[in-house]
């Protein structure tokens, strides 16, 4: 009975391992087919990233994804490793699809998906995470800047992967003559960028906004940039403007002390050939402004406006000559001498045409009355003259006769 059992067992059991032969040989003949795939996926730091792994054909077989440490993140829709920030998204015979949040650089590397054939298929995904560069930062002005000092401005940006650029922009004018640094940061996966701008400076650069522009392929398409407004000091221009081209005695005078600098100049100071105004009850300083009243010959000479402010001094001059009133009247009125000596050389040329035009029809006419005149003083009556005159134009062209 004992060995009637043994065998009975051998048996089974036999039976059994020819079974499985025989479901595992079918199992890998009907995976021959399946083949997982995937993408790559590039995500900016703190983002989402959604790796999924898809089968075309599949009989049931489990699919695993794991990460660069080869640790399973989700085996099926089971998850294997206890991470808040990865999630399943879906999970199907032919898909599993799961999400990683909060994406740090640390999480770049190539995933991997198995499909549990015999023997085991895998393809992998490769986490490109970019880091996003910070807020660009300026430094090295120092307000305010003396014309024509030469500046030196840096701009810094760091945590940018890949290495982020730098432009510089003036007036919306882009400048290329600059110098430019990468540095690796000590984490060893981040870049540290700083751009140079060397320019010299001068009153036209006096409020101007000098741009920095940082772009990356983590803004997308939206640089951040970081301004400097420059403050220029620069010493005054001057200007002298009359009231009037043609001063006249007798009328008021404001000539207008423009000036120009920063700080702004304040007060102006007015003299006359290098001294002080002579009439101060006709000559009255009124901010920029120099208010002569009743102009008359004693004002003439040479003003001088001057401008001072921190950085230094500058002046313009004005000369000063009262006209007479009648004397400009004259020179606005017509010139009769010069309209009457027109006049004249129009009617002489006229008459020299007329006289010139006679002579050359009498002569014509001279030569005209000669012809027909010969042959006629012998005629006796009109008709041989006639004939005579016919007969005399033979030769007419040998026989012609002129006046001088």
């Known amino acids: 009975m004992i060995w009637k059992r043994s065998a009975v067992l051998r048996f089974y059991s036999v039976c059994g391992l020819l079974l499985q032969a025989a479901a595992s040989k079918n199992k890998v003949k009907g995976s021959q087919g399946q083949f997982p795939l995937t993408q790559n996926v590039t995500v900016v730091e703190g983002g989402t990233a959604i790796l999924t792994c898809r089968v075309d054909q599949n009989d049931n077989t489990s699919l695993q994804w794991s990460n660069p440490a080869q640790q399973t993140l989700y085996f099926d829709d089971k998850k294997a490793l ?7 998204v879906r999970a199907s015979w032919h898909e599993l699809s799961i999400s990683v949040s909060d994406v740090s650089l640390s999480d770049e590397g190539q995933y991997t998906c198995s499909l549990f054939t015999m023997p085991v298929k895998t393809s992998k995904a490769y986490l490109t995470v970019l880091g996003v560069p910070e807020k660009p930062q300026i430094s090295g002005f120092s307000s305010p800047v003396m014309e024509g000092d030469l500046m030196q401005l840096t701009c810094k940006t760091s945590g940018s992967k890949p290495a982020a650029d730098i432009r510089w922009f003036k007036n919306d004018k882009e400048i290329k003559d600059v110098k430019y640094l990468k540095e690796e940061d000590a984490n060893r996966k981040t870049f540290t960028v700083s751009s140079t ?3 010299r400076v001068d009153r036209s650069d006096d409020g101007v906004a000098v741009i920095c522009r940082v772009d990356h392929e983590s803004l997308n398409a939206t640089p951040q940039v970081a301004m400097q407004v420059l403050e220029i000091h620069y010493t005054p221009s001057v200007k002298i403007i009359p009231s009037t081209p043609f001063p006249q005695e007798g009328q008021p005078l404001i000539l207008t002390c423009e000036s120009k600098g920063k700080p702004l100049p304040e007060p102006v100071l007015w003299t006359k050939d290098g001294g002080e105004l002579p009439d101060p009850d006709r000559m009255v300083v009124s901010g920029r402004e120099l208010n ?9 000479g040479t003003y001088r406006c001057e401008a001072t402010n921190t950085i230094g001094q500058s002046s313009a001059e004005y000369v ?6 009648n004397a400009l009247a004259g020179q606005a009125g017509p010139d009769h001498a010069l309209i009457g000596g027109i006049v004249a050389v129009v009617v002489f040329v006229t008459l020299c045409s007329i006289f010139l035009l006679g002579r050359y029809l009498a002569r014509h006419k001279g030569t005209y009355l000669t012809n027909e005149a010969k042959g006629a003083e012998d005629a006796p009556d009109a008709d041989t003259a006639i004939i005579n005159a016919e007969g005399s134009q033979v030769n007419a062209e040998e026989k012609k006769e002129y006046f001088i």
């Open 292 to 300: 002569i009243l009743f102009l008359n010959k004693t004002d003439n």
């Open 320 to 325: 000063l000559i009262v006209h007479d009133p």
């Open 82 to 88: 206890r991470d808040n920030r990865i999630e399943l």
């Open 197 to 199: 701008l060397d320019f």
